[in-house]
Nanobody
């Protein structure tokens, strides 16, 4: 079971990035896929989640309206489009999979993180 996140990098404030998470090793069709982030010195926090079945999506308040989570079933990939980035979005971003609910903590499977750095 693998979740492979990519797409992080350095971007200026106001810019955009798209993160990708490729799943492999098992079928995640019935799982909720989520993105979390952890900023330096802070606890990991929920960012967004999406259901494979009907694409219902949920967002944390700080990113709502700026970030969009989506998935491509054929590619077993989940995306996080991040727009209007600010330095407060700087963090390591993790993708994860849950069997129960988008609210469950912790999620059941985790990928490695990808670093997003937003310069002012």
């Amino acid at each position: 079971v693998q979740l492979q996140a990519s797409g992080g990098g350095l971007v200026q404030a106001g810019g955009s990035l798209r993160l990708s998470c490729v799943t492999s090793g098992r079928t995640f069709n019935n799982y909720i896929m989520g993105w979390f982030r952890q900023a330096p010195g802070k606890e990991r926090e929920f960012v967004a989640a999406i259901y494979w079945t009907d694409s219902s999506a949920y967002y944390a308040v700080p990113v709502k309206g700026r970030f969009t989570i989506s998935r491509d079933n054929a590619k077993n990939t989940v995306y996080l489009q991040m727009n209007t980035l600010s330095p407060e979005d700087t963090a390591v971003y993790y993708c994860a999979a849950a069997r129960g609910s988008w609210r469950q903590r912790p999620y059941d499977y985790w990928g490695q993180g990808t670093l997003v750095t937003v310069s002012s």
